[in-house]
């Protein structure tokens, strides 16, 4: 049986400063999800074609796509991901980042504005609306620039279903509060790194390791300002695979067994 090729995809961690430190807003996918059930994830889901119109990209403030594809290492169509990752994060938890004409983050917590991108929003998740001219028709940009690329992860072999996702940060938006859709998404919580990380070794809080991953990383930092000027500054991201092996164990590259797992990578036992 032919592998299941990795779908292009995007996700996005909002991060936040609190009294107790920088925070991240976590989703739990439904329980009935074909991918990932009950796990705590960020925003984020598949590309669409969409993301790639034109139309899409001349809507994007502070980034074209001959920069995104740079710094994505792709000839043509980088722009994509950031277009994405921004549609999924307003779908799915109802944060939008967006900019007015003058560069501002449209703000989302007057009582007009949230019934109006309300009922935006149920139409984009039905279907019936799309992205691009409802943020056009709002006279809005996407923020493109506000979202910072830190890491690629892919999806092993023998997954069901598999992904080739880009992960961006950005500061969620202080003028809007998250909603989950109760869709793909059925809770939502701010939390710190440290705690959600502690939550999971409890067995309270599921995740898998790209997500593990991303909250030690994020952990290291105070604040909102020093995690996104860090992400800012890197020069490299590699593309991370991990393998299965045949007990069900997921191993990062330069662990033990990584380089032996791949004389039987896609028959290890997948678990959803």
Not at 76 to 89: F, V
Not at 154 to 181: K, N, S
Request: hydrophobic share 45%; aromatic share 8%; with cysteine.
């Amino acid at each position: 049986m032919p592998e299941v090729q990795p779908v292009p995809a995007a996700t996005v961690t909002l991060v936040r400063d609190s009294d107790e430190g920088l925070e991240v807003l976590m989703l739990q996918r439904n329980f009935q999800s074909g991918f990932m059930p009950g796990m705590h994830v960020f925003p984020g889901g598949a590309l669409d074609a969409a993301d790639y119109s034109r139309q899409a990209c001349a809507l994007c403030h502070g980034l074209d796509d001959r920069a995104a594809s740079g710094i994505l290492r792709l000839e043509r169509g980088g722009l994509a991901y950031w277009i994405a990752a921004i549609r999924e994060s307003f779908e799915e938890a109802g944060i939008l980042l967006a900019c007015d004409a003058h560069g501002a983050i449209v703000p989302l917590d007057e009582p007009g504005a949230i019934s109006r991108f309300r009922v935006h929003r149920h139409a984009l998740n039905a279907g019936e609306q799309d992205f691009g001219a409802l943020v056009a028709g709002e006279s809005l940009r996407l923020a493109a620039g506000e979202l910072v690329y830190f890491s690629h992860w892919i999806t092993p072999l023998g997954a069901p279903r598999r992904y080739d996702t880009r992960f961006f940060v950005a500061r969620a938006p202080a003028a809007q509060e998250p909603l989950h859709d109760n869709l793909e998404a059925i809770a939502h919580t701010w939390m710190r790194p440290q705690a959600a990380l502690a939550a999971h070794v409890r067995g309270d809080f599921n995740m898998r390791t790209p997500t593990l991953k991303t909250l030690e990383l994020f952990g290291r930092f105070a604040a909102v300002d020093e995690l996104i000027r860090a992400m800012r500054a890197l020069h490299e991201v590699p593309a991370v695979m991990p393998r299965i092996a045949k007990d069900g164990r997921r191993l990062l590259p330069g662990e033990p067994g990584y380089e032996e797992a791949a004389t039987t990578e896609g028959r290890g036992r997948w678990e959803t």
